[in-house]
């Protein structure tokens, strides 16, 4: 399977505190995205970084990529109870407009 | 970001019968739609490509004459699966990407089919 995994699987925090969350993929990328997905909902588009990017910002949103590791994280500072949602990274294969999910987090915040 | 519809949100049918589902842009034209499949608490598996215009391109594992999938139109396409059974049942996502939106796909909130 080419489908990327995502660790943890499950996370429960606190309001206020970070969460971090990672992905490994497995094939040559152009990009990674992340995408937030609430219960029985359809995706929302976070960010997209670039395969020459290594760290991009976005509000309270930080990715990494290290594509020697063909490895992503996010981190969601300052957690809300609202962040409370499953977070998947999805890559696309090379010369293909695919994208190809990672297994998902579930990130719960209690207030 | 683009807005991309699914009709209907939720659909309930019997064993044997065929559902279909559609997937509209409603503000950029599509050359692309993209269908995938969840199951509970899993991720989006892709289960087939489809261009306007053409013939779709299913993913390994997909049976085409299960899952029809029609592109007729630069904002519409439908998903038809035929002869449903309880197996069947999941979320179906659609996305959409092309036009003046590039490549970046743009996705439906998705079809809850359960099949009794």
């Known amino acids: 399977s080419q489908q990327g995994e995502e660790d943890p699987q499950a996370l429960s925090i606190q309001e206020g505190e970070n969460a971090t969350m990672n992905c490994s993929y497995k094939?040559?990328?152009?990009?990674l995205q992340w995408y937030r997905q609430n219960s029985g909902r359809g995706l929302v588009h976070l960010i997209l970084?670039?395969?020459?990017?290594r760290e991009k910002h976005s509000g309270r949103l930080r990715v990494t990529l290290d594509t020697s590791k063909k490895s992503s994280s996010l981190l969601i500072t300052a957690s809300r109870a609202a962040d409370t949602a499953s977070y998947f990274c999805?890559?696309?294969?090379?010369?293909?407009?695919?994208?190809?999910f990672g297994t998902g987090t579930r990130l719960q915040v209690f207030p | 970001g683009a807005v991309v519809s699914q009709h209907p949100s939720r659909v309930i049918c019997k064993s044997g019968t065929s559902v279909k589902i559609e997937c509209r842009s409603l503000?950029?034209?599509?050359?692309?739609m993209f269908w995938y499949r969840q199951f509970p608490k899993k991720s989006l598996m892709l289960m087939a490509t489809?261009?306007?215009?053409?013939?779709?391109?299913?993913e390994q594992g997909v049976e085409k004459d299960k899952f029809l999938i029609n592109h007729a139109s630069l904002t519409l396409s439908t998903l038809t699966v035929t002869s449903a059974h309880p197996e069947d049942s999941s979320f179906y996502i659609c996305?959409?990407?092309?036009?003046?939106?590039?490549?970046?796909?743009?996705f439906g909130p998705g079809t809850r089919l359960t099949v009794l």
């Open positions: 996305s959409a990407s092309g036009g003046a939106r590039g490549n970046e796909q743009f």
């Open positions: 094939t040559s990328i152009n990009n």
């Open positions: 970084i670039r395969s020459n990017e």
């Open positions: 999805a890559t696309d294969a090379e010369n293909t407009d695919k994208l190809i």
């Open positions: 503000d950029f034209q599509a050359t692309t």
């Open positions: 489809s261009n306007e215009g053409s013939k779709a391109t299913y």
